[in-house]
């Protein structure tokens, strides 16, 4: 079945219905042979911070080195998200297999009156992911109560009730006692139940299981909060009967800290984890929209606060920060207590009201009403993306702009930030068509070929207003007319320079906040035409490899001495290196990890001796230790082959003030048995290069200051690789330079080029990247490749 026909198949289930209990699902799974049994399970409930607590554990347990399964709800932007494996999304083609697997078990159930819901469908959708994928083990975030939720088909080997307050009372009952009761339903047989949860609540569980609690105080676990040591970090200390933990972690707050002693003991429980893995999979936490910051000039803050509880937490973090005045956009679902949030919420000098694009959203009277005591001056907008602007076109460097309310309004706030404009390279009609075919568009499209062509994602009133604004401009600009399977519409646009400035001018006195897109359109254009003072803003730059390793699978070992390294890097500069990268650990497949100290003691000293070279010295190293003793020899950059996954490489990035190359990888070292499956892996490549790079603004470094590599060969097949270089150019939509990282890798072997036989292909692909826009090629022979870079050079016009 067709993705696009899976997810209007899914999208059709109800959302709700009376029946309680599990057997619906368990008769789904029966009917797919029940995959749900291969695997053991981890259920979270709770009434706040189960999610951020399923991150946290599942983070803890890959870097234990598990393959780990998550189902967390609800998503961002994209249901996939709420299914991933080692934290990639399930693929499309998955969606698609299951839903024509799964459709004659829904029509038999439909006939028997006890049609699935939404949710039940894509818990089985997860379950059996995670059962054919074989996963270690699988971390499930309970959707409403425990007794009755689809989650509870499993017999989970350990679980969680992270804390009670009143919610759902409908269906769970009118008392915290009796949510607490139905939540306890999820312990696990013949184990204790982890919880945080106290008083009245942690009383009526006690009558239910045994328990091993968390908390900050008097409890068998006691997880507490410590100074921030950043804005976007705080420090916690965990300490159980015979264990304890002191870990950096990016989600602040007393609560959070309670959460990380929720999932620290899971884990324990799970496999035998030591503290050293604790701290590093804490710290390597990420959860979008939980109290996440994007900017602080003016401080800008997201954070999915869905009931008066999270309201308080939110009002309480926020009284941290030094700022001016307040903006507050605020959205919330119509189910909701809107006077108790308002209450919550912290004082604002503005207030902007807003819908989110979910029929659920709470009207704009039911808000005013709420907000009606404020003192603040309130404001109505029509989208999301329209009361976001105007905050922050109002608000000041020292202000801050709250964004909060249900998670619906953060998603498309967020969007602002993470949204891609995806230039294609079009240089003749049949690719111009080319690409518009992928958005679907109608085959009657005729048209000359456009200066610029972008690819990008827009709500529906969006989409079609800037259908109708390109139109009215003279340029172009399709749609997809299949269904849009992540609450986005593909769209291509086509025009000249002109066009698209015409089109930012128009759009300013617009009602439905696109200023930002189309201002990053401009930017990616105008970027083509700036030229800098690094040795990659005016051409392609040659970095030359320098493995001071024994085991590189090149090198071998020929510049482990430090006169051989001195020697190799004055006769790559000779031969036209504009950048030179030291590596002093092999990613190779099979290699072995050295340790930090033997890999400092590899790099400092020829660093050292380098030092006054006159072109950049970058460390190739996937740890902080190593890149800050690194850079404390000298050198002036970082090459992190890994991604940033040592979660402290951001920050000393970020404190050192150097260019940092960020890599999209899924093995380090390469491992050439795990197969990645992409469903455009452009595309996908782009996405999740796009958060690493958030990540690394968080911490302190300009966009200006990221190299992206999309990371030939980890995690990719030789065709994926190929295909990458070939598109080299859209990874322009991240507003970096681009690094590629090719020499004499095993994707040749595509063209029939042994390990001694890749110096031709390597030159090769050295010549098409730099056509396809690398702004840099690292490679072993600089004085064969600088040629193939001057030759392109020439044959474009700007030899000089």
Known sequence: MDYHEAVDYLESLNRSRPKLGTETTARMLSALGDPHERVDHVQIAGSNGKGSTAVMLERILREAGLDVGLYTSPDLNDFRERVRINGRKVPKDRVGSFVEEIEPCISRLRDEDDCPTYFEVLTVLALQYFGTEDVDVAVLEVGIGGRHDAT?????????????????????????????????????????????????????????????????????????????????????????????????????????????????????????????????????????????????????????????????????????????????????????????????????????????????????????????????????????????????????????????????????????????????????????????????ADEEFVGDVATHTFKT????????????????????????????????????????????????????????????????????????????????????????????????????????????????????????????????????????????????????????????????????????AVADAALDAGADMINDVSGLADPEMRFVAADHGVPTVITHSVDTPVDPNHAVAYDDVVEDVVRELNERVLLAEKAGLNREQIIVDPGLGFGKSAADSFELVDRLGELRALGCPILIGHSHKSMFERVDCSSTERLPPTIATTAIAADRGADVVRVHDVAENAAAVRTRRAISGTYD
């Open 152 to 440: 509870s088909v499993v017999d989970p080997v350990a679980s969680a009730v992270t804390n009670v307050s009143l919610e759902h009372t409908d269906i769970l009952g009118e008392t915290v006692q009796e949510i607490a009761r139905d939540k306890a339903q999820v312990a696990p047989d013949g184990e204790r139940l982890v919880t945080s949860a106290d008083g009245e609540a942690l009383e009526a569980i006690r009558a239910e299981t045994d328990v091993l609690t968390v908390g900050d105080t008097e409890t068998d676990v006691v997880a507490r909060e410590g100074e921030m040591p950043s804005r976007i970090e705080t420090s916690v200390s965990i300490v159980g009967p015979d264990w304890d933990v002191a870990a950096n972690l990016p989600l602040p707050g007393k609560h959070q800290a309670t959460n990380a002693g929720v999932a620290a003991t899971l884990a324990r429980r799970v496999s035998d984890v030591d503290a050293p893995v604790i701290e590093r999979g804490l710290r390597s936490t990420h959860w979008p929209g939980r109290f996440e910051i994007l900017s602080t000039d003016p401080l800008v803050i997201l954070d999915g606060a869905h009931n008066p509880a999270a309201c308080r937490t939110v009002a309480d973090l926020l009284d941290r920060y030094e700022f001016d005045e307040t903006h507050l956009v605020f959205g919330a679902m119509t189910e909701k207590d809107h006077a108790e949030m308002s209450d919550a919420l912290p004082g604002a000098d503005v207030i902007r009201l807003c819908r989110p694009d979910v029929s659920r959203a709470a009207s704009f009277d039911a808000l005013s009403d709420a907000f009606a005591s404020r003192s603040a001056e309130i404001r109505r907008d029509e989208t999301v993306q329209t009361a976001v602007e105007r905050a922050l076109d109002a608000a000041d460097e020292d202000d801050c702009v709250l964004v909060t309310g249900s998670l619906y309004v953060v998603a498309e706030a967020r969007n602002r930030w993470t949204r891609l404009q995806i230039p294609k390279r079009v240089r003749t009609s049949d690719a111009a068509r080319s690409v518009l075919a992928e958005a679907s």
């Open 457 to 624: 994602w827009l709500y529906d009133e969006q989409a079609e207003y800037l259908q109708r604004l390109m139109q009215r401009i003279g340029g172009t600009c399709v749609l997809s007319k299949a269904g849009s399977s992540d609450r986005h519409v593909p769209a291509v646009l086509s025009g000249t320079t002109a066009q698209y400035e015409r089109l930012s001018d128009a759009e300013r006195r617009g009602e439905l906040g696109l200023s930002h897109t189309l201002d990053r359109f401009r930017e990616t254009i105008d970027r083509e035409e700036t030229a800098g003072e690094r040795p990659w803003d005016a051409d392609t730059a040659v970095m030359g490899v320098l493995n001071v390793t024994p085991d590189s699978f090149h090198d071998g070992g020929r510049y482990g001495r430090v006169e051989d390294a001195v020697r190799r890097t004055r006769e790559m500069i000779s031969s036209g290196a504009d950048v030179v990268d030291i590596g002093g650990e092999s990613t190779r497949p099979g290699a072995e990890p050295v340790a930090v100290e033997e890999e400092i003691e590899r790099v400092v000293p020829v660093i050292e001796r380098i030092s006054d070279v006159e072109v950049p010295i970058s460390v190739d190293t996937r740890r902080a």
